[in-house]
């Protein structure tokens, strides 16, 4: 199902899937889009499941129903292209890998962005290190209703786009910059896929670009070495330093749009595309 806020950028027959993280938005996607467009390549930006309304509309969703969406995107992304490239966000960034995981002859390389096994940046309370424990508050039936809010800087080192986010976040409209809050059952939902996706690294065998804000105020770098140890193959390691956890968006985004270009570029080359076309 093609979802409200997904959107698609026309290129050649290299595509590449973008996914945003949980309680986001494709819009956190839209720039790094943009940018991997103008290098030729084709892009999806999708909407998970459960994501872009409110809180209902997440909690009637779990991490299988967001790998599920992930999985139908790659499906409408293939009928156009021939070389299928996946990138994530945070949370977006274990689902990508998951698909890796799942789908090794599809997938020819991988965009991870922020990667976020647990909240354990600089500027996580201590009550939100303890979010192990949620999924057995979900399993018993307990903190349907309770939420961990949003914390300033909401993943943002440039103050100016930050104070945007802000306003959109607390407008209402999820469309544009996501909920305000991690409900404590999405979080439960998300340890699970994390303890899925950690288990299932070594099946990753296409190329890893890793980019980690080292000051990540959402995630360390711990988070990023995972995924350098855990892969079988090929990883390349980005570590940026005027960035927080939303690295697609803030001050070093174009650091990010060139060098993941340039990735995908050197697994196939635009002259292949052209080649094959031809």
Known sequence: MIRSADFLLEGDRRGVLLIHGLTGTPMEMRLLAKGLNNAGFTVYGMQLAGHCGNVDDLLATGWHDWYASVEAAADRLLKKVDHLFVGGLSMGALLSLYLAAMRPEQIAGIGVYGATFRYDGWNIPWTARLSFLLPLVKKLGLGRSRVFLEQHPYGLRDERLRTQVEAAMRSGDSTVAGLLGNPWHSLAEL????????????????????????????????????????????????????????????????????????????????????????
């Open 191 to 278: 340890h699970e896929l994390s303890k899925h996706v950690r288990r299932l690294l070594p099946e990753v065998t296409a190329p890893c670009l890793v980019a980690h804000a080292n000051e990540d105020d959402v995630a360390s770098t711990w988070n990023a070495d995972q995924v350098m140890r855990g892969v079988s193959g090929p990883a390349e390691l980005l570590l940026l330093e005027d960035s927080y956890h939303m690295i697609t968006i803030d001050r070093e985004r174009r650091t990010v749009i060139e060098r993941s270009a340039r990735f995908f570029d050197g697994i196939v080359p635009a002259d292949d595309t052209v080649r094959a076309a031809a």
